[in-house]
């Protein structure tokens, strides 16, 4: 089992950059591929960005390529989310996740291939 705490966010205007952080806790943070979630009030909960457990491979949503970056350090046990230009429709608690798996080279998009969640950090933009 995993425990995940999220941190790192907070305010900022339209156009600047935060990065957030999440901190594993537990065995074998190896093993687990991670992802970024968000949900915005009224809205579903959507995939921000996912990363292999080998750290080689991730995947983005269509509205934050060129602008987020998610990257993993094992010796670490964290996993970031870099977002530059930052954008009011950003705005939203982001959440970490962790999913057990033995595929070394897979991110994961599907909130629901998740096995293990955080508490969220709210990110808010403003215009």
């Not at 591929?33 to 996912?50: I, L, T």
Request: with cysteine; proline share 2%.
């Amino acid at each position: 089992q995993v425990q995940l705490e999220e941190s790192g966010g907070g305010t900022v205007q339209a156009g600047g950059s935060l990065t957030l952080s999440c901190a594993a806790s537990g065995r074998t943070f190896s093993t687990y591929a991670m992802g970024w979630f968000r949900q915005a009030p009224g809205k579903e909960r959507e995939f921000v960005a996912g990363i292999s457990r080998s750290g080689t491979s991730t995947e983005y949503a269509d509205s934050v390529k060129g602008r987020f970056t998610i990257s993993g350090d094992n010796a670490k046990n964290t996993v970031n989310l870099q977002m530059n230009i930052l954008k009011f429709e950003d705005t939203a608690v982001y959440y970490c996740a962790a999913k057990q798996t033995w595929m070394n080279y897979r991110p994961y998009s599907s909130p629901r291939e998740y096995d293990y969640w955080g508490q969220g950090t709210r990110v808010t933009v403003s215009s």
